[in-house]
């Protein structure tokens, strides 16, 4: 093939997946037109083995504007985060839109699916073959850092066998799910897997993730915006979770259930830990050593309990945290869930506990003899419990539906000062937030919450 790409530019550039190196590269297309493709890098590629790539076409409506009719942003951002934790890495963002056939006749395609017609019926009908991307502007992007073979992030058999063709030893297959509420999803799935050669969940044997059959169902569905599976990293964890706490505890332990990030799925899955709340019969001596000891096997687990007369004497008004969980074990009856001016409540109690801690520490920042890091770290948790414990119950006593993904929320809302704290916490594990950034935000948090204590306070 005749090299028909040009490097053209590169630069560093700080993103809230960590910083890379961006490199354009421009193409002379056989139609005359011309295009400028991009790399991503992290870290030193160059005649590297194995390097984690993820090869990713261009998306306008997913990437740029979050349409929910596919996943493509969500896995734009998921490999990024990807090769920001591997620390090295190349992601290829080619200008093919809507599998090649271009953003109008995508739109065209949006309108028939709206009659029912799957994607790829949808481009038939248009005079378009299912798929007419083609990866060889990808293949000469890798060997120009003469990259030795690479591990791709995909689910897409095509993509591999298009890149071995063209020269690119694909040493291994990385596999990408994403669990956000996008439409239509087991279509969509269904529709990649049997048409398109795509592979879910890195299982062969799995058709498609099933929302319906839940393993660890929410509580209560209907409070939840919409419903969400479960990511695997979750489940298999909560799986390990529960088989150490029936060994220690057998029918003592009656319920068992999964709160916080990593039930919802929004937060950054490999560093949030996995809060559990657990009910029993009765608690001895041992308990907090037992506890103590499946701690220690798995560090990432925290956990709130209490017995089953304990929870029974527990305030009505402070039981909400029970119902925004899932069920990973058992079948304790909660009670009644409470009732929206309980909800206003517990939505008070977290704003003004949250506010009492934000002044103080925002007074501290200002203290140039102060440990920063300290500082950063008490940010960090004050920002998490904006988000989890105020933002999502202020939701749902004003809207009547708790969002589970941070996607979801901004389906509610269109608060800048929300969205500014999220990408804030967003940034936090990919080191993209400064201190003046943390301090915005908590100043803001401290904002929000004055309005809210002032419009509903009694």
Partial sequence: MVNRLTHESDCIIPTNRGEYRIHI???????????????????????????????????????????????????????????????EGILIYLRQEGRGIGL???????????????????????????????????????????????????NNINKINNLKENGISVESRVPIVIHSPIVDRNLLFNTKQKKLGHIF?????????????DQFPLISPHLFHKPAPLPRISEEYSKAILNKLQIEFGENLLMVLLQGSNMRGDGSINDSDFDYILIFKHTNKGLNSKLSKIKLDLPRSN??????AEYKAYPRNMRLQFFLTRKVYGEF????IPSRSEILETALNFAVQIKDSIRPLLFEFLEVSNDKSTLINRAHIC????????????????????????????EIT??????????????????????RDICEALAESDRLLSVFIRKYSK
């Fill in 333 to 336: 009856h909660l009670g009644q």
């Fill in 25 to 87: 590269f421009g193409e002379d297309a056989p139609d005359n037109s011309r295009k400028e493709h991009i790399a991503l890098v992290r870290g030193d590629i160059m005649n590297k083995s194995s390097v984690l790539t993820r090869v990713h076409s261009e998306c306008c409506t997913g990437d740029v504007f979050g349409c929910q009719r596919c996943d493509c942003q969500d896995q734009l951002h998921a490999s990024m985060e990807m090769i920001r934790r591997r620390a």
């Fill in 104 to 154: 109008s006749e995508k739109l065209k395609a949006y309108n028939l699916q709206d009659t029912g017609l799957d994607t790829v019926e949808a481009n038939h009908i248009l005079g378009f073959d299912s798929d007419l991307r083609e990866y060889s502007i990808a293949a000469e992007i890798i060997k120009y850092f003469n990259i030795r073979s690479i591990s791709l992030i995909t």
């Fill in 303 to 308: 956990f709130l309990y209490l017995t089953e």
């Fill in 414 to 435: 269109n608060s800048k000062s929300i969205h500014q704290i999220q990408n804030v916490i967003s940034g936090w594990y990919s080191g993209t937030v400064s201190v």
């Fill in 383 to 410: 920002l998490k419990r904006v988000d989890d414990c105020f933002i999502r119950t202020a939701c749902l006593y004003i809207t009547g539906k708790y969002p589970l993904h941070r996607s979801q929320l901004q």
């Fill in 201 to 213: 969940d890195g299982l062969d044997e799995i058709d498609v993730i099933d929302d319906t059959n």
